[in-house]
C-alpha cells in the first residue's frame, strides 16, 4: 500500500510489515478468482464486535506499519467505521480495500479520512468498462471504481490501484498502462494470479510471458506519474536489480523482501491466522492463540522465513534473499508451499552451465 514508512531495518521475524485482516466475507460483488470465494452475507461465526476490537489490541501489539482492511468488502460490516478508529487510536495505519459498489459511493470520504483511513485500494482488472465488468460479475463497478478513485484523491487518501494479470486480462496491459495514466494513482499493483479461491490453473500466465510483463515494466521506470509494484509477482524485485547491475547503479530503494509469510500475515474473517490470503495454511485462531506469538514462533511462519529452505531453483538462486517466489502459487500448484515458483524462467547463477 502507499505511504508506508521506510523498513529498511524491520525484522521480519519479529513482526510483520504488513498485516491483512478479512474483516468479513460478505460482498456485493461475484469477481472471476475472487481469493475469499466471497458471498452475499456474513458468515455467522464472522469475529463479532467485541471480538474484533480485542483483536485489534493485539495487532497493536505487534505494531506493523501497515494495516489492510479487506474483505470480501469490509465495507459491508456495519461497525467499520468504529474498528477503523479504534484501529487509529492504537496507533496502526490503516488502508482499506473496499468493493467499488453502490454502498461505497454512498460513504462519505471525507469521513473515511477524519475515522483514520490513511490508504485505500482499488481494484481495476479491465482496461475498458466491458471487460473490467466481466471481471467483476456486476454492471456499473467500471465507472464506480473510477469515481470512487476521484473521492479518494480528493479526501486526501492516497490510492493505489490494483490488477490482476491473467491469461484473460494480459492482452489489456497496455491499455492497463494507458488508464493507470488517466487515474493517477500513487501506486499501480500489478498483481500475478494465484490458483486458489476461485481462481483456476488455466487461468495463469506463461513464465515467459510473464517475463515479457516485468521487462515492459523496467522499460517504463521513471517515466510513469505513479509507482508500480507488484503482488505475489516477486520476480519483478529480481528483474530491477539485474538491471541495476547491468547499470552499474545502486540497487533501486524499498525493494522490502517480504512474501507470504516472511513480513506478511493474514487473518481470515473466522479469525484463522494464515501466512497471506492466497495461501490458505492455517497456523492458530486469535480466538485461541496469542497472534505474535503465532506469527514470530509457529514453524509454519518460522520455515517460510527460511531462503535456504526453498525448493527447487529457487534455492539455489542468488535473488531468493529479496525474491524467494510466491509461495502461494507455488502451493496452488503444487501443493508444496516451498516448491519452486512456477512463473519464473530465470535459471540461478549456481545451476548455469559453467563457461
Not at 119 to 127: I, K, N, Q
Request: charged share 20%; hydrophobic share 40%; net charge neutral.
Amino acid at each position: 500500500m502507499p505511504g508506508h514508512p521506510h523498513t529498511a531495518a524491520l525484522d521480519f521475524a519479529e513482526r510483520p510489515f504488513i498485516l491483512f485482516w478479512e474483516v468479513t466475507r460478505a460482498c456485493a460483488l461475484a469477481c472471476r478468482h475472487c481469493r475469499a470465494v466471497a458471498q452475499p452475507q456474513a458468515h455467522p461465526q464472522e469475529l463479532a464486535h467485541g471480538e474484533a476490537l480485542t483483536l485489534l489490541d493485539s495487532i497493536a501489539a505487534l505494531n506493523p506499519p501497515m494495516l489492510v482492511l479487506t474483505g470480501g468488502d469490509p465495507m459491508m460490516r456495519r461497525d467499520i467505521f468504529e474498528l477503523i478508529r479504534h484501529a487509529t487510536e492504537k496507533g496502526l495505519r490503516v488502508s482499506l480495500s473496499p468493493a467499488a459498489t453502490a454502498r461505497l459511493l454512498h460513504t462519505d470520504f471525507a469521513e473515511l479520512k477524519a475515522a483514520g483511513v490513511v490508504s485505500m485500494s482499488l481494484s481495476l482488472d479491465g482496461a475498458t468498462q466491458a471487460t473490467h465488468d466481466a471481471f467483476r460479475g456486476v454492471p456499473h463497478t467500471f465507472e464506480r471504481t473510477l469515481e470512487a478513485a476521484r473521492r479518494a484523491r480528493e479526501a486526501g487518501i492516497m490510492l493505489q490501484v490494483n490488477t490482476t494479470l491473467s491469461r484473460t486480462t494480459l492482452p489489456e496491459l497496455d491499455g492497463f498502462i494507458e488508464l493507470m495514466k488517466q487515474v493517477q494513482p500513487d501506486v499501480w499493483s500489478v498483481f500475478v494470479l494465484v490458483p486458489t479461491g476461485r481462481a483456476t490453473l488455466d487461468e495463469l500466465p506463461s513464465a515467459q510471458e510473464l517475463e515479457a510483463v516485468w521487462q515492459k515494466l523496467l522499460s517504463l521506470r521513471g517515466t510513469l506519474p505513479f509507482a508500480v509494484k507488484s503482488t505475489e509477482g516477486h520476480q519483478y524485485r529480481r528483474v530491477l536489480l539485474q538491471a541495476a547491475r547491468t547499470a552499474g547503479a545502486e540497487p533501486p530503494r524499498h525493494l522490502i523482501p517480504t512474501r507470504d509469510g516472511k513480513g506478511v500475515v493474514f487473518i481470515s474473517h473466522t479469525g484463522d491466522i494464515q501466512p497471506s490470503g492466497f495461501l490458505p495454511l492455517t497456523a492458530g485462531n486469535v480466538r485461541t492463540d496469542n497472534l505474535a506469538d503465532v506469527y514470530r514462533t509457529h514453524p509454519l511462519f518460522v520455515q517460510l522465513r527460511n531462503d535456504d529452505a526453498l525448493g527447487g531453483k529457487c534455492g539455489k538462486c542468488e535473488f531468493r534473499h529479496i525474491c524467494g517466489g510466491s509461495r502461494s502459487r507455488a502451493y496452488g500448484t503444487t501443493g508444496d508451499m516451498m516448491a519452486a515458483e512456477p512463473l519464473c524462467p530465470y535459471i540461478p547463477a549456481a545451476m548455469q552451465p559453467a563457461k
